[in-house]
């Protein structure tokens, strides 16, 4: 499940960078912050500082993924 939804971030990513809007990376992230609000049940701050890395990691590299997508896609059209 987590593959599918990675591969469609990437594309709404790129579909709206190679139609000129770039406000589809302001709604991906507000959409990626919201999902990512959850209670503060944890009580191991350290697993938590560990997920949030890894949450910020994976939306950098997914971001520029899409971003990368875009720039060769304009160059080879």
Do not use: C
Not at 35 to 41: A, P, Q, S, T, V
């Amino acid at each position: 499940m987590d593959i599918f939804k990675g591969i469609f971030e990437r594309q709404f990513l790129f579909i709206t960078m190679i139609n000129g809007i770039p406000h589809g990376l302001m709604v991906f992230s507000a959409l990626k912050l919201a999902m990512r609000i959850k209670k503060h049940d944890v009580s191991d701050a350290e697993a938590e500082e560990k997920y949030n890395n890894f949450f910020l990691i994976g939306n950098f590299i997914s971001v520029l993924v899409a971003l990368g997508y875009s720039w060769l896609y304009a160059r080879l059209s």
